[in-house]
């Protein structure tokens, strides 16, 4: 079974302060994994798709890497507008095509 | 804006009743997704249609069930409501069966009552 772990649970930093979200999963076969954001009452916005250990994405102040058993989701400078929760989700070849979510990591970013 | 529409956005009912929620996926996208999200729980996979075929079932209850119409619309009718059942659904599209990108709507609130 796909397992998906988010930390930490909650994270508050302060404009300007880079921080990274862990992401650790178990998954038999990869097929992906993914980011999204989401805010509060709102659906999961799509953020990266990351394929195989060593990929990276960037998006803005956010960058996505990926090893075998974890995933990092750096966020650069962050201002208040990046405040979310965001998601981790793996889709595994024995899974078919349902995604496994963690259960978020919410951010806080004050002025 | 994802381009996935759900209707309605908010749905206040009682219990033991029934209620349909019904999605639009993106133009062009083949594959919907249905996930339901409650406060003690993440985004639970409920059930997956194909160009108008189920082609996955997660956690879902018997009293609910799904379908994708030729236009490719999706509808998730839940029946014998509990208070258990109230939290956000969502939808989801992607164009290929496997969803390696899947996009999310805006969800449905359902209080039940």
């Known amino acids: 079974e796909d397992q998906v772990t988010q930390s930490p649970e909650a994270l508050r930093l302060q404009e300007g302060e880079s921080s990274s979200l862990n992401c650790s999963y178990t998954?038999?076969?990869?097929?992906?994994l993914f980011w999204y954001r989401q805010d509060p009452g709102k659906g999961p916005e799509f953020l990266f798709t990351?394929?195989?250990a060593g990929e990276e994405k960037e998006k803005e102040r956010l960058k996505a890497t990926l090893t075998k058993k974890e995933s990092f989701l750096h966020i650069t400078a962050p201002k208040p507008e990046d405040s979310a929760t965001y998601l981790c989700?793996?889709?595994?070849?024995?899974?078919?095509?349902?995604?496994?979510f963690g259960e978020g990591t919410q951010l806080t970013v004050n002025p | 804006d994802s381009g996935v529409t759900q209707t309605p956005k908010h749905l206040i009912t009682a219990t033991g009743q029934r209620v349909t929620l019904r999605c639009s996926p993106r133009s062009g996208d083949l594959s919907v997704y249905w996930y339901q999200q409650s406060l003690d729980q993440g985004l639970q996979f409920l059930i997956q249609?194909?160009?108008?075929?189920?082609?996955a079932k997660g956690n879902i209850l018997e009293r609910f069930s799904a379908q994708q119409f030729p236009d490719l619309h999706s509808e998730l009718n839940l029946s014998s409501l509990e208070l258990g059942d109230s939290a956000l659904y969502f939808c989801?599209?992607?164009?290929?069966?496997?969803?390696?990108?899947?996009?999310f709507g805006q969800g449905t609130r359902l209080t039940v009552v």
């Open positions: 989700a793996v889709g595994g070849e024995t899974s078919g095509s349902r995604l496994t």
């Open positions: 989801a599209s992607s164009l290929t069966p496997r969803g390696t990108e899947a996009f």
């Open positions: 249609y194909y160009n108008g075929e189920e082609r």
């Open positions: 990351l394929y195989s």
């Open positions: 998954v038999s076969g990869l097929r992906g």
